[in-house]
């Protein structure tokens, strides 16, 4: 994926898919049944999750080689961090919730995400999900969407 044009970091399948570019996530069934309503909200909400700009900084933390059309590892992508629903304080709910609402709306590219409509509601049931403000998380969106590795332009050249 180019970081400047790229619109979706996870999808979802109501199906097995295979595909070349993109590496399936299951939960450990045993794990997932006990805490979220189903295995499919589990997974909704793990899409919504990886499109969050939360989500994004873990791809972005753990990229490797070029920084502008990065590569993952297995190993790196088997370690990204995501909201532990076996916590008592999380719920995957919000996150379910904006991806069975917004799943068949377009997601802007990345140097495009601050004003984004749909990637702020990711946001906003993002930052309920860790506790956070929105203002919070609404402020990493924009730094994501200039970062210089993101847009491909020079820090001088981005306006603040």
Avoid at 29 to 44: K, L, N, P, W
Avoid at 65 to 91: C, E, G
Avoid at 133 to 149: H, K, Q
Wanted: proline share 8%; net charge positive; charged share 20%.
């Amino acid at each position: 994926m180019r970081t400047k044009t790229v619109r979706t970091t996870a999808c979802y399948a109501d199906s097995p898919i295979l595909g070349s570019a993109w590496v399936p996530v299951r939960g450990v069934e045993s794990v997932v049944s006990e805490v979220v309503e189903s295995t499919e909200a589990f997974h909704q909400g793990l899409c919504a999750w990886w499109n969050s700009s939360p989500g994004i900084l873990t791809l972005l933390h753990i990229r490797a080689k070029d920084f502008i059309y990065p590569r993952y590892a297995l190993t790196s992508l088997r370690q990204l961090l995501i909201p532990d629903p076996r916590h008592p304080n999380v719920s995957l709910a919000p996150l379910t919730e904006v991806f069975r609402k917004y799943r068949n709306m377009p997601l802007t590219p990345w140097p495009d995400m601050a004003d984004c409509n749909v990637r702020k509601e990711l946001d906003a049931a993002s930052a309920e999900v860790l506790g956070k403000p929105a203002s919070v998380i609404a402020e990493w969106r924009r730094l994501i969407s200039i970062e210089p590795t993101v847009c491909q332009r020079a820090r001088d050249q981005v306006q603040d």
